[in-house]
């Protein structure tokens, strides 16, 4: 398991659009993937679950995952999230 923090660098957070994109990027992958912000947390391949967290832009999330393409994973979210 990878657990890693990442700011959210999306201009205005994560709304509609940046929550599909990014639930597109976490389905390419085998592994599970989570995203942990205060008390939250919500299986990123989830649409529904993303949208509920209203994750806003500057603020620092936990993503983590488990599985064999983990790192990968980890890695192309990370560069999704914290793109301008």
């Known amino acids: 398991m990878i657990t890693k923090q990442i700011v959210i660098n999306i201009p205005n957070g994560l709304e509609a659009r940046p929550v599909a994109l990014l639930v597109q990027v976490a389905s390419q992958y085998e592994c599970s ?3 942990i912000s205060e008390d ?3 299986n990123a ?3 529904m ?3 509920s967290m209203g994750i806003s832009a500057g603020e620092t999330v936990t ?3 488990d ?3 983990e790192e990968q994973a ?6 999704y999230l ?3």
């Open 33 to 35: 993937i989570h995203v």
């Open 49 to 51: 679950g993303m949208m």
């Open 40 to 42: 939250k947390r919500v």
């Open 45 to 47: 391949k989830s649409i």
């Open 82 to 84: 914290s793109s301008k």
């Open 63 to 65: 993503v983590e995952a």
């Open 67 to 69: 599985g064999p393409d």
């Open 74 to 79: 980890i890695e192309n979210i990370e560069k």
